[in-house]
């Protein structure tokens, strides 16, 4: 049904390309002023809706610069705060909005600032924590600032080449836009990927001379958590358990518990999803509820036996080098 909705839609689906067009034109030609600051700026988006890895790409940057002073900057979706905001040992979920306050979490000595409106968030940390680098989450498309790098993420079950504009497919943005990207990152591939397949796949998405095409794969932890104690993931083998899933594409996650042949039933909702009590109550009743750490943090304290699974990008020694030297042309 849903499928056949976006068929319809494709008159809209023209109406927003041209949205797109214009907009990006204005900026090109400077009408619509980009600002370019002092501080290097990482930016880490794309230019499809969900699904590429946006979070655990930052979280590997963040790894990566862990010997410089680095500040995260998002703006903070579906959080309940206005403005900018800097974290604290008090902000919560709905200060921060999910994906900032997991980030916080893990990385409770980084600075973790929301702000919609970027340069005003940027300026706030330039004056306030005077960071090394800002690591701008989820900023392809927000053009008023002109970052000193840019990693495009594109998923590999779904290149951005093959997509078409919203509704009647999931671009957000113009393919043309990849050309703005220093590095591109193709996210979410087989462990097993050959060289031939990377080959083809860099000669689909036609990268500009000065552009590196990376690949990465998810790595899962062998453990899960509450929090407060881990314990193996093995330990579900045999039990069935409640997952739930509030992200845009959890296909590899399911597919990766069931090649591990772990029983469950899966509660799947929409991206960011804020959790009712009611739809607590579908999956409540489960003696074990996993779910993915984006999801913990909405679900934290109001479910019982609620543990998540980290997952993080894995790339090659190759790759890892190569996105390493890229970033060091920014200092």
Sequence with gaps: ??????????????????????????????????????????????????????????????????????????????????????????????????????????????????????PNGIAQLEN????????????????????????LLTAYSKLYVNDWYLPTGDLRDAKVASKRADVIVVTKCPASISEAEKKNIAIKLKPESNQKVLFASLAYADFVSDGNQN?????????????????????????YLSAMGLEFEHFEFGDHHHFTDEEIGTFSGFDQILTTEKDFVRLEGRVDGVFYLEVAHQFNATDTAALEESLKQIF
């Design 1 to 118: 049904m849903l499928q056949v909705l976006r068929k319809i839609a494709f008159p809209i689906s023209l109406i927003y390309a041209l949205v797109v067009y214009v907009r990006n034109f204005l900026f090109d030609i400077g009408v619509f002023k980009s600002k370019s600051f002092s501080t290097p700026t990482i930016c880490v988006g794309n230019i499809s809706v969900g699904g590429t890895g946006k979070t655990p790409m930052t979280e590997f940057l963040l790894r990566m610069l862990k010997d410089k002073k680095v500040a995260v900057l998002s703006r903070g979706y579906k959080r309940q705060s206005k403005g900018f905001v800097l974290a604290n040992e008090g902000s919560s979920v709905l200060d921060l909005g999910d994906e900032p306050f997991q980030i916080h979490k893990k990385f409770p000595d980084v600075a973790i600032a929301v702000d919609g409106d970027r």
């Design 128 to 151: 306030g924590v005077k960071p090394e680098v800002i690591v701008l989450d989820d900023a392809m498309q927000h053009r008023w600032v002109k970052p000193t790098k840019t990693i």
């Design 231 to 255: 314990k193996p993931l093995s330990e579900l083998i045999n039990k069935s358990f409640a997952l739930v899933t509030g992200i845009a594409s959890p296909e590899p996650l399911v597919q």
